[in-house]
């Protein structure tokens, strides 16, 4: 029988990489978004070409009826054993003391309600084990002073979400890792106000480039696969060498 994934924010960016990828490795994939439907049905159409079965839910992670909705699309499938918390969102870059409570608030809400929402449920519903990739962010350990501190705060709190579902879950074979990718070609810089932050920042990395959204896809297909079978509670960095 072929696995079952449930990925959040997979329309755009590192989600739709990581959907795509999964249709291609034999997954049957759910996954959500909030506002680009256009990108969303793309996004299905490809697995469907590859041959797997899939649903596009419009829900916001951060409300629980929704975040229920979806998971409850994903039984018409079968029984879910994967999903990838992804759907992330960050706020203008600037000072710290510039931050405004709406910003702080979303960033919390999307990266770190959400997550535990999603996670929530996924454990909730694995009745026969599974595996759950939370995406968290280099930011985590680099804390992005002068940009976006307390995103980074929020993303050390998925780090920390992750080594202690691994715990909590281990018993139930239901494994929780973590991906931290560095500076990534995506649609969440013009949210940062830097549209070219990518190329920019990824300049200045040791590989000297921004990473590719497969690239960090390739990590979350990993990390769900039987290939990573002994692999939990783990961190793992996908950040160019930053
Ligand atoms: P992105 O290109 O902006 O895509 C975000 C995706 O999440 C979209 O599909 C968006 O859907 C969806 N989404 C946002 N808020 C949502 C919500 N409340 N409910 C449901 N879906 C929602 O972002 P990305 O760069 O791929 O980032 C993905 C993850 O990687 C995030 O957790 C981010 O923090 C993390 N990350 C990114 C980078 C980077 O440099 N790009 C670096 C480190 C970590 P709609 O478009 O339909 O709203």
């Known amino acids: ?137 280099a930011a985590a350990t680099l804390g992005s002073p002068g940009e976006y501190v307390h995103y980074a705060a929020v993303k050390a709190a998925t780090d920390t979400l992750t080594v202690g579902l691994a715990k909590e879950l281990g018993p139930r074979n239901i494994r929780v890792n973590a991906v931290s990718p560095g500076i990534i070609d995506t649609e969440i810089h013009t949210v940062s106000g830097l549209p070219d932050r990518a190329a920019q920042v990824g300049a200045q990395t040791p590989l000297g480039r921004p990473g590719q959204p497969d690239e960090v896809a390739a990590a979350i297909v990993w990390l769900l696969s039987d290939a990573a079978s002994y692999t939990s509670g783990a961190v793992l960095r996908v950040a160019g060498g930053r």
């Open 1 to 137: 029988m072929n696995p079952l994934t449930v990925v959040t924010g997979g329309s755009r960016g590192i989600g739709a990489a990581t959907v795509r990828q999964l249709a291609a490795a034999g997954h049957d994939v759910v996954f959500c978004y909030q506002r680009d439907s256009a990108a969303a049905d793309a996004v299905l159409r490809d697995v469907h070409a590859a041959g797997r079965q899939g649903r596009a839910v419009r829900a916001d992670t951060t409300d629980p009826e929704q975040v229920a909705r979806l998971f409850d699309t994903a039984a018409e499938l079968g029984e879910p054993t994967g999903l990838v918390n992804n759907a992330g969102t960050t706020s203008p870059i600037g000072p710290f003391t510039d931050l405004t409570l709406a910003d702080l608030r979303r960033v919390v809400d999307v990266n770190l309600i959400g997550y535990v929402l999603c996670a929530q449920q996924a454990a909730r519903r694995f009745a026969s084990g599974g595996a759950i990739v939370n995406v968290s962010s």
